[in-house]
């Protein structure tokens, strides 16, 4: 599924445009950065409540290409700046991360590998 | 590729820690220029920034480097940190001695040493209270040696 498809179905607020045509292969959740560091996959897209700058680390050294920021948190500024630099798609939901992930799961495609 | 090993060096300094990772992104980008593949490049890249951070929010700051070699790549991070009391309880999953304040950040799950094992293939911690921790890392190239890569473990075991 294409993040510009994801950002369309699932309504989102985009603070980074990245790349909408990048296909996602997978999906996970989690406010740990170092969770994600041993988690996440080259493709995927990230969902979590955390907000500063190393959020775009993270998502580059794992190359993620896709971070939804769930239960209506606010990007800090660096964050959506670094996120534009990186290609990165940087998009926020006032769901929470159990309902965003819902929501996605009910469209019918079932992001995993 | 090359032959001389080739040796990049930063300065990781305390201060801002939502500012970590960014000797980890340069060791990145320099691994990829270097045309190392890419699932070299993403555990290096988990090594690194473990590394830097554990420098940062348990020593205030160090040094991280990395020496490429046509074979393998090594990263190093030292610091004049106040030492692991006991590298057993520091390498279960879970323990950390993080504050809560760097918690709230996402920092200090307690999985720094545990991934950057897991991604390399040898790793060697020399450390003494009071005086600091040097940790060195290595990860080889050859994939018949790489049977210690972590995301092929998970894969195995789903």
Redesign the interface.
Known sequence: MKISEIVRQLDLKTYSAGDGEREISGVVSG?????I???A??GWMWI?V?V???VA??A????VPFVLLASGRQP?K?LVERCAAEGITLAGTPFSSYEAAGRLWETGQRLRE | MFEAPYVEEYSVQAGDFTAIGEASTKFRATLKMLGIPSEIVRRAAVVAYEAEMNALIHAGGGTLSMTVTPDHLEIRAADRGPGIPDIALAMQEGYSTASDEIRELGFGAGMGLPNIERNSDTMVIDTEVGAGTVLMATIRFSAAENQKSGEGRQAAEQ
């Not at chain 1, 580059?60 to 190359?63: G, I, N």
């Open positions: 406010d740990l950065l170092s969770f560091m041993a988690e996959r080259e979590t955390q500063h700058l190393n680390a993270v580059v050294l794992k190359d800090e660096d």
